[in-house]
């Protein structure tokens, strides 16, 4: 009421010099623009009331006999009647326009709220994550006190309003706001809102059915490239020491087989007894690995006993060509793990880096780092391309060339990082081509 007030002063101020120049009846027209910007700005009654104070502020201070409310001539009575209509009008129309601005500014946010609510429901992955962001983004652009998006039929008590949200005679949900919110918010949800929110819930109920089919499709054709490369893998790493042993078998029958000889057959079929033994094995742990029932049993083991365990199974400690050189650090502590694990982990990164060694001696070094022992084990092989770094530890993958000699059953990489990460440590490889490669043990120290 006061911008009223002090826009009807301004404008009566104003007519006094324009008087000098036009006829004192004409100037009414100066107080139109103060009703305008009242009835936009504030709406249609405190523009009318402006009229009236500005129609009585103009007989008091121009119209004769001035100080007075009252008029001398008809011609005066006529202008101010006139100014009076003319306002009156200017006030609606301007109160239709504020409306109309109104309503255009809810519809845009509204369209935002749209819009912002359909990248949250159908681009998330998680439909059941995605709706309290958008019920908290519906309540702020709103301004209600709170919102809430149930995908169940929940009914409304004394603290908040429940709005079915249906599709055809399905319910997809509830929207919940608070008991609080004003007629015109309900007005407004109940006529725009739960219609757009109905569409883009149910579809991204569709999306997200949709989604799990792909999904359940991509697993199962994964399970049938997994399923299909095991049996090749397996039948192709079962065949060569079946028949190693089968054709020994056979030789070793024969009478005419010298000692040395039938020695020699002897030691085939112990040598691929044991291959087709370590293949089992492994196939077994990687199956428990895959099933989550790789359990370790922890207990306090010595770092360098493990090592040294480990050698000795690969049989590496004859001092050879194919040896293997040692650097343990004095007083390594003792760490928490499965013995029987980490020493399966540590067999199949040895021969894996004795195979692509290359004849020369393999590095194993040992040092506590802060609190964490790390194992290193160094070859001087061809090393591994940097696009392959991660793929050497996927299960049935092998970075050998068909008919290479250095050829596994693409398990035991595999193997090793899921034993190692089961006893809550990590396994990770550095190479460069030509430059041999870095399997790196990662233990945590623990406190005895």
Not at 208 to 216: A, D, T
Not at 221 to 247: F, N
């Amino acid at each position: 009421m006061a911008a009223a007030l002090i826009a009807v002063a301004l404008c009566t101020l104003i007519v006094y010099p324009l008087a000098h120049v036009a006829p004192v009846v004409s100037l009414g027209v100066v107080y139109l623009p103060a009703v305008l910007v009242v009835s936009v700005a504030w709406g249609a009654w405190l523009g009318v009331a402006t009229a009236v104070v500005s129609a009585a502020a103009f007989n008091f201070f121009h119209l004769p006999p001035l100080g007075r409310f009252t008029l001398q001539s008809s011609e005066n009575w006529v202008a101010l009647a006139a100014f009076l209509v003319v306002a009156a009008l200017a006030s609606s129309v301007a109160e239709v326009t504020r409306a109309r601005s109104r309503d255009a500014d809810e519809r845009r946010r509204e369209a935002d709220l749209a819009a912002e609510m359909a990248r949250l429901l159908l681009r998330g992955n998680s439909l059941a994550e995605a709706l309290p962001t958008a019920a908290a983004r519906l309540a702020h652009t709103l301004e209600l006190s709170s919102a809430a998006i149930e995908m169940e039929a929940v009914e409304g008590d004394e603290r908040r309003v429940a709005f079915p949200l249906r599709e055809g005679s399905r319910r997809l949900g509830t929207l919940l706001v608070g008991a609080g919110t004003s007629e015109a918010n309900l007005r407004r949800l109940q006529e725009r809102v739960v219609p757009a929110l109905e569409a883009l819930l149910s579809a991204a109920l569709e999306r997200e059915e949709l989604l799990g089919g792909v999904v359940e499709t991509a697993a199962l054709r994964r399970a049938d490239t997994v399923k299909t490369a095991l049996l090749r893998s397996v039948s192709h790493d079962l065949r060569s020491p079946l028949t190693a042993i089968s054709a020994a078998g056979e030789a070793v029958g024969s009478p005419t087989l010298s000692p040395e000889e039938r020695a020699e057959m002897a030691a085939v079929i112990q040598e691929e007894t044991k291959r087709l033994a370590r293949l089992v094995d492994n196939l077994l742990d990687l199956s428990r690995l895959q099933a989550g029932a790789a359990e370790p049993r922890r207990e306090w083991t010595s770092i360098d006993e493990l090592i040294r365990a480990a050698i000795a199974d690969v049989g590496g400690g004859g001092g050879g060509p194919e040896s293997f050189t040692l650097s343990i650090d004095r007083d390594m502590p003792l760490v928490s793990i499965d013995p029987v694990q980490m020493e399966r982990a540590l067999v199949n990164v040895l021969e894996n880096a004795r195979r692509h060694s290359g004849g020369y001696p393999v590095s194993v070094r040992a040092r506590v780092v802060r609190s964490v022992v790390i194992v290193r084990v160094v070859d001087r092989g061809p090393g591994i391309p940097p696009a392959q770094l991660e793929r050497v530890f996927e299960p049935f993958y092998r970075t050998g060339t068909p008919g290479s000699e250095h050829r596994g059953s693409g398990l035991g990489l595999a193997i090793a990082r899921g034993f190692t990460e089961a006893n809550a440590g990590s396994l990770h490889v550095e190479s460069l081509p030509g430059q041999g490669a870095t399997f790196v043990f990662e233990l945590p120290i623990e406190e005895r």
